[in-house]
């Protein structure tokens, strides 16, 4: 089973703890959602499990295995990671940008097996980028580039996504492709996990969703059950109107409570 | 765990089948053969082979280009077989600086496109750590300290050392993030400290004549060198071009950014290090035995991407073979121009150097403005 758990997760960041015994669990074929203000250590929690940041203590598991003990490729093609505001250096063709997720199975954009042309094709064709193949990565829109960075994390096949804010700065249309992605892959039997701050949008697509508040789990389960105007007013600090449009979650931020009214800054 | 679905196998897709991939082939995406070939994804080999070709003649242009006037054939007759004279001159005056420029054109080369690859800056060099002369520094302050003659194997060491030292100080002012700016300006400060310290030495001096003689030196220059300075360079270019190559798939991943390098699997500490010791070994054993010779390293890649394409782990080699000719094409038209005494080929080099990398900036600016070293 490729079911990812942190146990009693604790990062510090310097003198900061950034994350504080954390206990959670990515179960396959869900999309899982994380959501929570500024600075509630979403990003810290996200290279965490990704195994990219050493813990201070506890473990992050993975199928059984310490995620801390895995070596370098073992883990890489185990984890597919997204991070945040990715981009590329050079203007390489689309297809090389992503044939770079099988360097984990030890393939070379120039070198890949029958194999890894496959995944890299059927990556390509889960972003909807067939088209684009030849062009210069860096000569594309920040929608474009976006599906070629997640395509990338999906050539690697690895049964573990994490992708930490993979709609940031995108366009409503975009979004929405590349949450239809995620569901997708999870869908397909995957461990999808994303960082998320369009609340309305992490209630459509999540099968679950975290709130991280300073560090800590605040709650965690069905979109109807974590995000409730309580909720939302006690760790964001908003004042929200929470409405079920014909059954679908809708969160309207109205107005930024006074700060004494929060828990969080 | 591999045998986890993949995004092909998700229920209503459909399968990864042949005709997909034949359809990508057909429409030319990849290995695509017109677009990608004239722009992207040309042969590389060819341009090896055209690499190669272009040193060989540049060799044998270099045995025979000399002020002793010996024509091409005896030239080469001379290298193989006792030609008196001849062979004096072409064995040890026009051989040893021949595969000096080769060996130093190629590392010089070869870090610089693992620099770039590292930094992910097309601007990158061992100059903008002021490795060069903080180089040079080490191995003046070792020949005035009298420790050493100028023959002796402390002298690439004291050099390499130098180096190290500049790398080390213009990461640790600039910090690992520093954007290009920083990096660029901590660089020509530390530089400009070393070429200080050099400068003092040097008026320091009692000796006017070694004064003189370190002065050309640091000009860089492969007048008169012999083969034991071949023999006192080649080990550490060798170690070098070990240490830069061994990087190269992680090059590959860091072209997405270190996050996503190290979620590849890429061990980005272990990179950071072949490629600062590979380009201050590199560079410390070149200035030891020729001087300062700067922008090699920063042009070659920029020759060899329009045929190699962007992958920093394609670049190196080619850009390794195109340093090399380049400098050898340099050595051979410093003996060319006319003047009462030979031009110093790092002079040569910086007066073409110079203007190329004005022009990549002028080229560039928009994108290295907001891009982080």
């Not at chain 2, 194997?153 to 640790?172: D, E, K, T, Y």
């Not at chain 2, 530089?191 to 000796?207: D, E, K, R, V, Y």
Request: overall charge positive; aromatic content about 4%.
């Amino acid at each position: 089973m490729t079911e990812l758990q942190a146990l009693g997760l604790s990062v510090d960041l310097g003198s900061r703890h950034a994350l504080a015994r954390i206990d959670l669990t990515l179960r396959p074929g869900r999309l899982t959602v994380i959501v929570g203000p500024n600075g509630a250590g979403k990003t810290t929690l996200m290279r965490a499990l990704a195994g990219l940041l050493e813990p201070t203590g506890g473990q992050v598991i993975l199928a059984g295995q310490p995620v801390a003990r895995m070596e370098g490729a073992e883990r890489a093609r185990a984890i597919a990671y997204l991070p945040q505001g990715g981009s590329v250096a050079w203007p390489l063709p689309v297809f090389d940008v992503v044939a770079l997720g099988r360097l984990p199975h030890g393939e070379k954009p120039d070198g890949l097996s029958s194999r890894g042309r496959e995944a890299v094709a059927a990556a390509i064709r889960a972003v909807g980028l067939e088209d684009f193949t030849n062009r210069a990565a860096t000569e594309l829109s920040g929608g474009e580039r976006a599906r070629v960075l997640l395509a990338r994390a999906l050539a690697t096949q690895a049964p573990l996504l994490l992708a930490d804010e993979p709609v940031a700065a995108l366009d409503p249309r975009h979004q929405l492709v590349v949450l239809d992605v995620l569901k997708r892959q999870a869908r397909a039997g995957r461990t999808v996990a994303a960082v998320m701050h369009d609340l309305t949008l992490a209630a459509r697509f999540a099968d679950e969703i975290i709130l991280l508040s300073q560090g800590r789990v605040a709650a965690s389960g069905a979109p109807e059950a974590v995000l409730t105007e309580e909720g939302l007013a006690a760790h964001f600090g908003i004042q929200a109107h929470v409405s079920h449009d014909g059954g679908r979650l809708v969160v309207v931020a109205d107005r930024p409570l006074p700060a004494s009214g929060r828990r969080d800054t | 765990m591999r045998a986890a679905p993949g995004p092909a196998s998700r229920p209503g897709a459909r399968p990864p089948c042949r005709a997909f991939l034949d359809d990508i082939g057909r429409r030319g995406c990849y290995p695509g053969r017109d677009k990608i070939n004239s722009r992207m994804r040309p042969s590389r080999l060819s341009l090896t082979l055209g690499l190669v070709l272009l040193i060989g003649g540049l060799s044998a242009a270099s045995l025979v280009i000399g002020p002793a006037p010996i024509a091409p054939v005896r030239a080469m007759t001379a290298l193989v077989s006792d030609q008196g004279a001849a062979t004096i001159v072409v064995r040890d005056i026009r051989l040893p600086r021949t595969l000096l420029a080769l060996l130093i054109g190629w590392i010089f080369g070869l870090t610089g496109a693992g620099l770039q690859g590292l930094l992910r800056n097309p601007l990158a060099d061992t100059a903008v750590f002021g490795a060069p002369q903080a180089a040079a520094f080490g191995a003046v302050l070792v020949i005035y300290s009298g420790l050493v003659g100028a023959l002796s194997w402390m002298l690439p060491f004291a050099a390499i050392l130098g180096a190290l030292a500049s790398v080390a100080l213009v990461v640790a002012v600039a910090g690992r993030r520093a954007t290009v700016v920083v990096l660029v300006l901590s660089g020509l400060a530390v530089g400009s400290l070393a070429g200080a310290g050099t400068s003092l030495a040097i008026s320091l001096s009692p000796n006017p004549f070694a004064v003189t003689e370190i002065v050309f030196w640091l000009l860089g220059s492969f007048e008169d060198r012999s083969m034991v300075h071949v023999w006192l360079a080649a080990p550490f270019i060798v170690a070098a071009s070990g240490l830069v190559l061994a990087s190269s798939n992680g090059l590959r991943a860091l072209a997405l950014g270190e996050e996503t390098a190290r979620s590849l699997g890429a061990n980005v500490t272990r990179l950071r290090l072949l490629l600062v010791a590979g380009a201050a070994i590199g560079t410390g054993a070149s200035v030891a035995v020729a001087g300062s010779i700067g922008f090699v390293g920063l042009v070659a890649p920029h020759l060899v991407r329009p045929f190699a394409g962007y992958d920093p782990a394609r670049t190196l080699a080619p850009a390794g073979l195109a340093g090399a000719a380049l400098l050898l094409a340099a050595d051979c038209a410093v003996r060319l121009i006319p003047s009462q005494t030979e031009i110093k080929v790092g002079v040569l080099t910086a007066i073409l150097g110079v203007p190329f990398f004005l022009w990549v900036i002028a080229r560039r600016k928009a994108e290295l403005s907001e891009m982080p070293a």
